[in-house]
């Protein structure tokens, strides 16, 4: 079982970065994608950002260009780095790990971001 750790969480102003972090118990090498999602309240998940075991990374429309998801392979951890943002990206933003047909849960990071 892969457990997950975040932080970076917090409250910034509209157009301002926070960095997430989301440290794996086991190798990034094992796990066939990171993914970051985000719930806003009264919405459902959503999904937000992949990187593959082997570094291909992807975007959501909404967040392409402002966010950049990122890893170190040495410290089994992963990062999003979200610029620019928008009160629209306030959620609670959590750490996914897909490994063959399952999938292991962070405990969430809050991110509010005020207009």
């Known amino acids: 079982q892969v457990q997950l750790v975040e932080s970076g969480g917090g409250a910034v102003q509209a157009g301002g970065s926070l960095r997430l972090s989301c440290a794996a118990s086991e190798s990034l090498f094992s796990i066939n994608a990171m993914r970051w999602f985000r719930q806003a309240p009264g919405k459902e998940r959503e999904w937000v950002s992949s990187?593959?075991?082997?570094?291909?990374?992807v975007y959501a429309d909404d967040v392409k260009g402002r966010f950049t998801v990122s890893r170190d392979t040495a410290k089994n951890t992963v990062y999003l780095q979200m610029t620019s943002l928008k009160p629209e990206d306030t959620a609670v933003y959590y750490c996914?790990?897909?490994?063959?047909?399952?999938?292991?849960w962070g405990q969430g990071t809050q991110v509010t971001v005020a207009s």
């Open positions: 990187i593959s075991s082997v570094g291909v990374h």
């Open positions: 996914n790990a897909l490994r063959s047909q399952n999938q292991y």
